[in-house]
Each structure stands twice: as C-alpha cells, then as structure tokens.
Nanobody
C-alpha cells in the first residue's frame, strides 16, 4: 500500500498542525491505520491508531490529550490533529496500514517494517 503523508511544517511550541494520510484504494471501514514518527537517530515509534471497524482511537502516552486521530472514509484519508506541540514532537511522521488490532491498541515504542512512505516533517522550534 502506498501512502502520501502531508501537512508537516515548522511551528512554534504550543502551536498546531494537521497531518493528512492519503491512501487511495484503501477501505478505511475495514482497515486499522496508524501514525508513527521517527526522530533523528531513533526507530519509528507508534503515535496513534484508529480501528477500521468501529473508529476506536488509541494514543501513545507522550501525545495523549494533545493529538487527535480521525478519518474520512469517503476521501480515503486519515488525519492527525496535533495541538500544543512541543519540541520533543519534532520528527518525520508516517502512516501505516493494515495494522493488527492488538498493535493498534498497544502502540509499539519501536516499530520496524519495510516500505514506509515519504513521511512529512514536523519541526517544533522557537
């Protein structure tokens, strides 16, 4: 599956961004989709996930209460609304699917897989 992530940029601490993950041909009503991020020198880490079947959402502890994942099935697009951004949120952000339900619920701190998309860079700095 080929994803196209977009919406990243440079933002000051406390600012907001909305990332988009376009997945042409992917049926979001049957597919669990997750957002991951990779900071320099680290592996990809789970950020958030949304279940296809019922839209349940899950977040890693560092972003809980600040980020919101959502989807528009008609547009085959998953979003990540990021508020109150912090410098430690600086990373390249990627989406991935399909994900097992158990992985979606317990987002991994390290997630290794092949064929990541291009990602979108988020930089939080004053």
């Amino acid at each position: 599956l080929q994803f196209v992530e977009s919406g990243g940029g440079l933002v000051q601490p406390g600012g907001s961004l909305r990332l988009s993950c376009a997945a042409p041909g992917l049926n979001l009503d049957y597919t669990n989709v997750g957002w991951f991020r990779q900071a320099p020198g680290t592996e990809h880490a789970g950020v958030s996930c949304i279940l296809g079947a019922d839209g349940s959402t899950y977040y890693s502890d560092p972003v809980k209460g600040r980020f919101t994942i959502s989807k528009d099935s008609a547009k085959n697009t998953v979003y990540l609304e990021m508020n109150n951004l912090k410098p430690e949120d600086t990373a390249s952000y990627y989406c991935a699917a399909p994900l097992a339900r158990t992985l979606c619920i317990s987002l991994p701190k390290v997630y290794i897989r092949d064929n990541w998309g291009p990602g979108t860079q988020v930089t939080v700095s004053s």
